[in-house]
C-alpha cells in the first residue's frame, strides 16, 4: 500500500510542473525525405559508382538539427547474397553549402561520434552532398558524391 502512495503522490507532484515547449521558427530547405539516386567515392585516382545498386534503396531524412539515413535491400532480406541494412543518424550543421554532420549512431559503430564535412547544395528538387570522410584509424580518407531527389 505504501508503493502505491508514492506512486500517486509522485503523479499528483507532476500536474504541478510546468511543460516547455520548444517552437522552431524556421524552417530549413534541406528538410524533408531525400531518395538517393547516385553516388561515387573517389580514393586517389580511382573512381567508384557507389549508386544506384540493383535491387538497393537509400533514402535521407533530414529535420532542422538531425538527420538519419537507411539503405536496405528490396528483397527484405530474404535472399541472404543481397541483403542489405545501413543506417545511421545524428546531428548536423548548416552555414551556407557547408553542412557537417556529427554520426552519433552507425551500424558500423567504429564511424560513431565523428564528425564529417560537406559541401551541400539544392538545386530545386536535388540535393547535392560532395566532401571527404576521413578515420585515420580505419584507414578511410574518400571523396563522395551523394545525389538525392525530394520525396514528395
Known amino acids: ?7 500517486f503522490l509522485a503523479v499528483a507532484a507532476c500536474t504541478s510542473c510546468t511543460r516547455t515547449t520548444v517552437t522552431v521558427t524556421q524552417s530549413s530547405p534541406i528538410n524533408g525525405t531525400w531518395r538517393m539516386f547516385a553516388a561515387k567515392m573517389i580514393k586517389g585516382k580511382d573512381t ?17 538539427t538531425h538527420f538519419a539515413f537507411f539503405k536496405h535491400d528490396l528483397q527484405h ?10 543506417t545511421g543518424s ?5 552555414s551556407g553549402e557547408t553542412y ?6 552507425c551500424n558500423y559503430r567504429e564511424w560513431e561520434d565523428k564528425d564529417f564535412t560537406f559541401n551541400l547544395q539544392v538545386k530545386e ?12 584509424g580505419l584507414q578511410v580518407n574518400q571523396e563522395i558524391i551523394e545525389m538525392y531527389v525530394r520525396v514528395p
Open 48 to 64: 567508384t559508382i557507389t549508386f544506384p545498386v540493383e535491387g538497393q534503396e537509400m533514402i535521407k531524412i533530414l529535420n532542422n
Open 125 to 136: 528538387d536535388t540535393l547535392i552532398q560532395k566532401g571527404i570522410e576521413k578515420i585515420e
Open 1 to 7: 500500500m505504501k508503493i502505491h502512495a508514492l506512486i
Open 100 to 105: 557537417t554532420e556529427h554520426l552519433t549512431y
Open 77 to 86: 532480406g530474404k535472399d541472404s547474397t543481397k541483403a542489405v541494412y545501413d
Open 90 to 94: 545524428g546531428t548536423y550543421t548548416l
